[in-house]
């Protein structure tokens, strides 16, 4: 890659950290570009808006310095609804940032253009140019966290809906009835699948004394079951929390079985903290359960992969939104320029 | 509309009739056109492909007679997967048809190009063109009948997936372990909200006394409980069978919340026998449990509304299906011909 390609940070604003990568994007080619540094930080936990552009402009600058190169564009990533066109964050359930002009506010503090883009399409836009769907006409992208997000490729294009809210994998309801979800409905692929959902029978199980291994690392607090316990637990040889997992995959199956069937994508990435811990398990689970479930003969035409980008993926999705956004701005034929 | 517009010929080849329609298309602009003339036939009983041929042609010989109009084409919609570019019906559950050539044995009795689309998929294109879904960006077609089929409209166009295979909103799964399905799984919309799933409920309730309309219109037969006979009982103040239609509509909801869910689409067109009949009841219930299941604000966003083309939605998909395939032939700037 040419020293000179343009630079452009990616950050993912989390509800508890904040992630900003430099990448150098060739003008020449589509790509995530060559990733130059990578800075974390702390999201304050005040729910005041100056805080968190100060963090998040922090954490750019300190990209930028390792990076040691001038830079083109920020796209930064929420985890809620926004308004791309106007710059503004509609809301965040866990930030308190409401109605709030983020990309003005950020690109004021850093001398910089600043593009929103929504951090489960971000995942997805980064898997889909430099990641595990690269190439992909009609794909799917399942993230799983404390909840689940989605989002969808057509013709080689994120899919947004009319609206711009296509892709809630995670309240596709696979068992009505079943248990609770934090969007109030019952038995929602989030309600069965999600870290949150494994958290509920791992904590049960560790609480009556099956789960030794996971009562050593997480205790019975609950905010404590975290992707790495789980992963403690199962090296510690915890069945019963492998058990817990593998039903966790079995819903994911049956819900990537409603979405291969509906969509009929080539292929569908799972990512997010779960799956960097311990995704062989829980996509082997899901994998038998969605193949029982799908319509004759479309087994063999999706992959069903890890993403490959991990931590990564939202930044650089980020990242490549801001190029996209600002080259679309730019009148054909204008030279590339840099900010400081 | 002038006088000599082309005109094709849309067949809907069901498993128990045949119906077939001459429309004449003005060639300057898209839309479904002008009917007409109409007929319908019987679908052989006898599973031998040279009479289902011959059934198809009598039925579209004599709506071309009707129309008094030399015929640019034909479009025949078949209930199962197809090869479109080799004119191959790949197999269909209730015809017997297996890898056959019906483009190229129908054009060889009828003497006009022909084109093959699946049935659902016709259907939502002539709502899209020119019924219930016209001017649409991104929707969604759900038709009910023994089964449930579907098809997905993105950015104006057919979305057909990465192997022609997207829309089966049948089968997608709402209750883990619930009723047997037709595809083998448990719990999908079409074993919950299909015309065959109403039938299991009234057919029980009729038989222990509690529907006595229903018994006299059906009497204990399965096979005789279709919509007219549903009809009937909610007329004679069956409030048994109105429960059934409720529960039903209650299910379609639940599918319709995770279809909106998932692809935000503006609109959502209901069609099939069922809805032709007692559609309004229907979709009160639908609509209903979809806006306590959508993601907050989407209800606003997106119309649930009947088929507007009814039975004539298939075979005018068809005949537009056919006349793109046509003119997606003809080199650009050649003439329109016509053959008799």
């Given at each position: 890659m040419a020293s000179d390609s343009p630079v452009f940070i990616g950050v993912d604003l989390g509800a508890t950290k904040i992630v900003a990568a430099a990448l150098a994007m060739d003008p020449g080619k589509e790509g995530v570009g060559e990733v130059l540094s990578q800075v974390k930080g702390k999201t304050p936990r005040t729910a005041k808006a100056k805080d968190i552009v100060a963090a998040i402009a922090e954490a750019a600058k300190s990209a930028l310095a390792s990076a040691g190169k001038p830079c083109a564009g920020l796209g930064i990533a929420i985890p809620g609804p926004l308004d791309r066109a106007k710059g503004l964050v509609r809301y965040t359930p866990n930030l308190?940032?409401?109605n709030y002009p983020l990309a003005q506010e950020l690109s004021a503090a850093l001398g910089m253009p600043v593009v929103l883009e929504n951090d489960v399409q971000a995942?997805?836009?980064g898997e889909l140019v430099g990641g595990a769907l690269r190439g992909?006409?009609?794909a799917v992208g399942v993230f799983i966290g404390t909840g689940i997000g989605g989002g969808i490729v057509i013709n080689g294009e994120l899919y947004r809906g009319?609206?711009?809210s296509a892709g809630e994998v995670g309240h596709m309801i696979l068992m009505e009835g079943g248990p609770v979800c934090g969007c109030g409905n019952y038995g929602c692929l989030e309600a069965l699948a999600s870290r949150t959902a494994m958290a509920k029978d791992a904590l049960a199980l560790a609480a009556s004394g099956k789960a030794p291994a996971m009562l050593d690392a997480a205790g019975?607090?609950?905010?404590?079951?975290?992707s790495s316990?789980?992963?403690e637990a199962l090296e510690g040889g915890d069945e019963a929390v492998g058990g817990v997992v593998d039903r966790a995959g079995f819903w994911l199956g049956v819900g990537l079985a409603n979405i291969v069937n509906l969509l009929n994508p080539e292929a569908v990435v799972v990512g997010g903290g779960v799956t960097a811990r311990f995704g062989k398990r829980l996509l082997k689970a899901a994998r038998a359960s969605m193949e029982d479930r799908l319509m004759t003969g479309l087994a063999a035409t999706v992959r069903i992969v890890q993403s490959e980008l991990g931590d990564l993926a939202v930044p650089t999705g980020a990242a490549i939104a801001a190029r996209r956004d600002l080259e679309?701005?730019?009148?054909?034929g204008a030279k590339e320029k840099s900010a400081r």
């Open positions: 308190g940032l409401e995942g997805v836009l992909c006409r009609n009319s609206t711009g019975t607090d609950f905010r404590k079951y975290r316990a789980f992963e679309a701005r730019r009148p054909a």
